[in-house]
């Protein structure tokens, strides 16, 4: 038996779809292909809205590591059918066997590695740790995001490391709606569900068991956050676009490059990629499109968007977005226009040089540099305008008096 990679790319006019890719043992390609209708099918996805070309590609297990020009930093651009085939024939970095052969990385000789990358050389790596992945060197898109808004404390948090980093409670549910969502086999060797006699977290019996659960690598959760992750799976499956986006791809695939034009490592981790694309996903308060759409400016989701399909060479970028309460209402999926990922491309091109520039000369600037002057918002001037209105009366009727003293 071999290991096939089988890929349904959708039509063109087909909207409510994605690419869909399937890991299946036959004989043939033949054989392949004809499982992988089956399984299309099997998922509720009508064969008519995907191309009848399907991809087929044997898997051999690799490390992937690429040589790209050293000569651009623009955005990848799309490839031709032609050359979309030969790259899903040649690809082999997702696959599930690799583990096999890849080499057990610490954060030492990971550094070492990325070391001895050349001008424009991608690393792939699956499976990697979280804690490595932070670790290690490389400039990702949320260190370049506290750069941009102060140099001085990208220093002190990434360069002096004075600043702690501070664990946030909330973190918990957020990481559990990922694992269930993405790595749902995860879900039971990554988190314990607090005892119902443990009713606050603190004494020496919540210690006692946190200490347990830290032992055995699992994140207490409430007895409510177990349950929600059973509402948040069913927001899942009753949604057909956050099914297509959350199957047949795979979840945190570390990608390394050294920058052609800095020099510079730089990183990403994608939530998870389907081919060619990049899905993102973000939990929030409110999941509504015009809300989210406002914050993803001010977060800078949009210089995320730019670096991530930089680094990782891909046509597309989404977000999926869900609310951290029940009933775990989801948008997805959320695209960028051209001019928004434009302007992220440049902030992180701009950034990315300047972060350069303060490393060469070991100057880090403060917020700025120029005089800053105080104005005005249009309430406090109709405030201003009220109060000198009634300042003025006042004056008058003091001269008034004095007039009639």
């Known amino acids: ?14 909207r409510d779809v994605f690419a869909m890719t399937y890991r299946i043992q036959a004989e043939t390609k033949a054989q392949a292909q004809t499982e992988g209708e089956n399984l299309l099918a099997s998922d509720g996805y009508p064969r008519n809205k995907f191309r009848k070309q399907v991809v087929i590609a044997e898997i051999e297990a690799e490390v992937k590591v690429e040589e790209v020009e050293a000569s651009t930093c623009e955005p990848h651009q799309p490839a031709s059918k032609e050359e979309v085939a030969q790259e899903e024939a040649e690809e082999t970095s997702l696959d599930p066997f690799a583990d096999f052969l890849q080499p057990v990385w610490s954060v030492e000789t990971l550094n070492q590695r990325l070391d001895a990358l050349k001008v424009g050389e991608r690393l792939v790596i699956d499976n990697l740790s979280d804690d490595i992945y932070h670790q290690v060197q490389g400039v990702s898109s949320s260190k370049l995001k506290l750069f941009i808004e102060c140099p001085q404390k990208y220093k002190a948090k990434y360069v002096d490391c004075i600043i702690p980093v ?25 988190y314990i569900k607090q005892p119902s006699d443990i009713k606050v977290r603190n004494g020496n019996k919540w210690k006692e ?25 069913r927001s899942v499956e009753s949604n057909h676009t956050a099914k297509a986006l959350t199957s047949g791809g795979k979840a945190e695939v570390s990608i390394f490059i050294r920058d052609a034009e800095t020099g510079l490592i730089i990183k990403c981790r994608p939530d998870y990629m389907i081919d060619e694309l990049i899905v993102d996903l973000k939990s ?36 999926l977005v869900v609310e951290s309460s029940r009933p775990f209402v989801i948008t997805a999926p959320v ?8 302007l992220g491309y440049l902030k992180y091109r701009k950034a990315l040089t300047e972060l350069k520039q303060c490393m060469d000369s070991g100057y880090w600037p403060s917020y700025t ?7 005005l918002n249009n309430f406090e001037k109709a405030e201003l305008e ?20």
Do not use: C, W
Not at 291 to 318: C, N, P, R, W
Not at 386 to 405: G, V
């Open 1 to 14: 038996m071999k290991l096939f990679k089988v890929t349904f790319n959708p039509m063109a006019s087909a």
């Open 166 to 190: 501070a664990e946030k409670k909330y973190f918990d549910m957020g990481k559990a709606i990922h694992t269930t969502m993405l790595e749902p086999h995860l879900f039971e060797s990554s």
């Open 209 to 233: 068991f946190k200490a347990q659960a830290d032992e055995m690598g699992k994140t207490v959760l409430t007895a409510d956050q177990f349950e929600d992750m059973v509402y948040l799976t």
């Open 284 to 319: 929030a308060a409110n999941a509504a499109p015009n809300k989210f759409g406002y914050d993803a400016k001010k977060l800078g989701y949009h210089i995320q968007d730019a670096m991530y399909s930089d680094i990782a060479q891909v046509t597309e970028f989404v977000f």
């Open 335 to 342: 695209i960028l226009d051209e001019q928004t990922k434009r």
């Open 369 to 375: 540099e120029e005089a800053v002057t105080v104005e």
């Open 386 to 405: 009220a109060l000198e209105a009634e300042q003025l009366i006042n004056d008058e009727q003091d001269n008034n008096m004095e007039y009639a003293a």
